[in-house]
């Protein structure tokens, strides 16, 4: 090796020399830094999805592995979290694997090398739980196999690796692979990047404590002759549930809605009559009232407001609803006016500055984004999100941040978890970043939501793409793609906000990214099908922690009966457990299909099957069944019941045929007295013989 130091900046590789030592053990070093300075955004998401799982309901738990120089490392991570690393707060359970004497050796006497740390997660680790894996050279037999383990289990893998790609970073949910071909430089970027998740763990957890000038002769921990620090109340001692926050351009909603049947006689427009005025909020203030509908969790909006009429109006449209932080604004509020014939808008009128000047960020709006659980950040462009007092404040807040973006809004803070642009909104910035914007197709949206990572510095991009569901992409490898549910009628718009504000809640609750795209996808789909923004106020979601009601329906069932109904067809409806899927079931289905224009199932809950068929079964979940059944092309919508008879859902759905398979020929079926009170049939269908559910179990068990 060459005796003349090299700078700070030049990293030497091992084709040069056999060692490091000096000057050029500090320029590899300070090269990998610069590549773990790329990670920042993922550490710190990693470190809030820790949080989430540890401090959750579920009170859940992390492992850590790795072997050699990474064992001690991943000791070190249980070790920060059981103990502190900087601020006083609560232990929470982690386990180093690599720790356990006893298990390590009792396992290397009985079972092969690779079981080492896997047997230990099927040991410890429950679904949701969280693994962290350290291997310098990402290839370690026994780390691969801890992960596929972990991930059979239900656990989320986090994996720091050397270089890649490679087989640990393959079959981790998420790595961070440090880009040095030097084992120790790899090593102590894994230190590094272990101490900025646990900062990222603590400022979820708790409030950022005070920063301290050091002070001559001060101890680490303590305040400046003051002693040590109190630990700051968590959220949940000062006031019950830490809230979703919302920051963003509220807006108020107007639909004039009337009819037309002639145009003016002196230009070609219709004449709108006998017309109804609607209000609802809008913008930020619509995604606020959608969160709250659906969560046990306050909600609190911060929004500049100003002094006139419309915002008294939107006033009195929140009240009860969310509580609202003002910020001094003036502007006026933007009002949107659609005049609208039936379902066709026929012009808009805006009113309001197209941006809006803000006053003082108050206090109590920091206060609330410090202590948020989650916060939904969304923007429609009126300049709230260009202001630095917010920007400053959404940078300290104490939740995961999901923002809602707009072509003419600022761009995302880069602690930002998620963002959520639509297929319109990705193509326009990255076109503006270079990507190419033509095409819509998967390779197309990937490769955009890529360029948004890459320009904004943020965790996570999900590009909604309306019907066809979303893409997720973190950055780099496969993106996740997730299909909407289909949903007849219904009305898209507030889709995005449904969306966003769906995420938002998922993150508070601890879930993961992937976890909370999913379940957006979902919510989104409801929240069409029940009629989008103009059903605003028709009656509030359950919430978390409410009773499930009684009849639990798939997204559109009834848009699907009024689609029905109102083109004069035939409404069909079947039952059954539908435990195992078989060819008399498919056959009886079909058939049902034909004697109408749409097929309702209606199958028993977990509950009712166990009541009806013993406590062996069901076999397969509702939810399950009900993904299966839907899936039939000639299934149209399906309806889970609570009772032992279909009656109630019956009652409700007021079917014009219920279809039935099986010996029932001339004999009266049990639902035909309920379908008599509206003029329904009850029908028997011919039942492929041979086929049946528990002759099934009864074989496999032979």
Aim: proline share 6%; charged share 20%.
């Amino acid at each position: 090796m060459s005796a003349v130091p090299r700078s700070a900046g030049t990293a030497v590789s091992p084709d040069a020399c056999s060692h490091l030592t000096g000057h050029d053990h500090v320029a590899s070093l300070a090269a990998a830094l610069r590549d773990v300075t790329g990670h920042v955004a993922t550490l710190d998401r990693w470190g809030r999805l820790l949080a989430g799982v540890l401090r959750g309901e579920g009170r859940g738990r992390l492992l850590a592995a790795g072997n050699g120089g990474s064992a001690a490392q991943a000791q070190h991570l249980t070790a920060e979290l059981v103990g502190r690393y900087r601020a006083e707060r609560p232990p929470f359970s982690a386990i180093c694997l690599s720790a356990e004497t006893s298990s390590l050796t009792a396992i290397a006497n009985d079972y092969p090398a690779e079981e080492l740390f896997a047997r230990q997660v099927e040991a410890h680790g429950r679904a949701g739980d969280v693994l962290v894996l350290l291997s310098t050279s990402g290839r370690s037999p026994n780390a691969v196999a801890a992960a596929r383990r972990a991930r059979e289990c239900g656990l989320t893998v986090l994996a720091l690796t050397g270089p890649g790609p490679n087989s640990l970073a393959d079959v981790a949910d998420e790595a961070v692979c440090i880009d040095s071909a030097w084992t120790a430089t790899v090593q102590e970027c894994h230190l590094v990047a272990l101490h900025l998740l646990c900062a990222a763990f603590d400022a979820a957890v708790l409030a950022e404590p005070a920063r301290v000038p050091a002070g001559a002769g001060d101890a680490p921990g303590r305040e400046a002759g003051n002693g040590p620090r109190e630990r700051p109340a968590p959220a949940s001692e000062a006031g019950g549930a830490r809230p979703l926050v919302v920051v963003g351009d509220a807006l108020l909603d107007v639909d004039l809605v009337g009819t037309a049947s002639r145009l003016t006689p002196d230009a070609p427009v219709p004449v709108v009559e006998d017309v109804e005025r609607r209000e609802r909020p809008g913008g930020a203030a619509l995604a606020a009232v959608i969160a709250a509908a659906s969560t046990s969790r306050p909600v609190v909006l911060v929004t500049p407001m100003a002094d006139d009429d419309g915002a008294t109006r939107l006033r009195a449209l929140l009240a009860g609803r969310v509580r609202l932080v003002e910020i001094p604004a003036t502007g006026g509020t933007a009002v949107k006016r659609r005049v609208r014939v039936g379902d066709h808008s026929v012009v808009r009128i805006d009113s309001g500055d197209p941006v809006v000047r803000l006053g003082a960020l108050p206090d109590e709006a920091r206060e609330v984004l410090r202590t948020a659980a989650a916060v939904l950040v969304a923007d429609y462009g009126r300049g709230t999100t260009a202001s630095a007092a917010v920007r400053e404040a959404l940078a300290a807040a104490g939740g995961p941040i999901v923002w809602d973006p707009h072509p003419r809004g600022a761009d995302p803070v880069p602690s930002t978890r998620l963002v959520t642009p639509n297929g319109a909104e990705a193509a326009r910035v990255a076109a503006a970043a270079g990507v190419p914007a033509d095409g819509d197709g998967l390779a197309a949206v990937g490769a955009r939501a890529e360029a948004l990572i890459r320009r904004w510095g943020v965790g996570a991009v999900s590009v909604t793409l309306g019907a066809r569901g979303a893409l997720l992409s973190y950055g780099g490898g496969a993106p996740m793609v997730v299909p909407a549910h289909a949903v007849t009628g219904g009305d898209p718009c507030g889709a995005g906000d449904a969306f966003a504000a769906a995420a938002a809640l998922l993150l508070a609750d601890g879930a993961v990214t992937g976890e909370a795209v999913a379940g957006a996808v979902a919510a989104a789909s409801v929240f069409v099908g029940r009629g989008g923004a103009g059903a605003w106020d028709a009656g509030d979601a359950p919430r978390s922690g409410a009773r499930a009601p009684n009849v639990i329906a798939e997204p559109g069932v009834d848009s699907v009966l009024s689609r029905v109904r109102a083109a004069g067809g035939t409404v069909v409806a079947t039952g059954g457990c539908f435990d195992l899927l078989h060819p008399g079931h498919v056959a009886t289905l079909r058939a049902a299909r034909g004697l109408g224009d749409c097929l309702v199932v209606c199958i028993n809950s977990d509950d009712s099957v166990r009541r009806l068929k013993g406590p062996a079964r069901p076999l397969v979940s509702a939810a399950d069944r009900a993904r299966v059944l839907d899936a039939l092309e000639f299934v149209d919508a399906v309806v889970v019941f609570e009772e032992d008879t279909p009656a109630a859902v019956l009652d409700r759905l007021r079917p014009d045929v219920w279809a039935k398979g099986g010996d029932y020929a001339g004999a009266d079926l049990p639902e035909a007295a309920v379908l008599r009170r509206w003029g329904g049939q009850a029908v028997v269908l011919p039942y492929l013989d041979g086929h049946s559910t528990t002759a099934l179990v009864e074989r496999s068990r032979a």
